[in-house]
């Protein structure tokens, strides 16, 4: 048993795309057209991360409590987690495109963490080892 996917609530599919894919480095899995339940016209778009299982439904905004949920899908508390074998480098490619990260690195009993905002403005952990200096 796996979790398959979840869903990010996000303004539009394009410019989430390129956040997911070009930003982030995930792949793109599926873009097909789709229809909504009452039969209206949407996209089916899954990103993931290389080599993952899981991945995440790009889902359009669709109507005026959904738009309100953009970018507060869980209430204001990070909600997404990415682990990178790599910290550092993660870190500076993220920074070098423009990800907006709310804090600087440091480590925890876990590993090294900076939270970051996603394109819709959720926020996430970005996680990895520990820092080789840390003693």
Request: charged content about 25%.
């Amino acid at each position: 048993m796996h979790v398959e996917l979840i869903t990010i609530i996000v303004a539009e599919y394009d410019a989430a795309i390129r956040f997911f894919v070009d930003v982030l480095g995930f792949d793109l899995v599926e873009d097909v057209p789709s229809t909504t339940n009452d039969g209206r016209p949407k996209r089916w778009v899954v990103v993931r991360p290389p080599g993952a299982r899981t991945g995440i439904l790009l889902a359009q905004a669709d109507g005026e409590r959904q738009s309100a949920a953009v970018g507060d899908q869980v209430a204001g508390r990070v909600g997404f987690f990415l682990r990178v074998d790599d910290f550092d480098s993660a870190y500076a490619r993220m920074t070098a495109a423009g990800v907006e990260f709310l804090t600087q690195p440091r480590d925890e009993a876990y590993g090294r963490i900076a939270v970051f905002r996603d394109i819709a403005g959720n926020k996430w952990d970005l996680l990895g080892p520990s820092s080789p200096n840390e003693g």
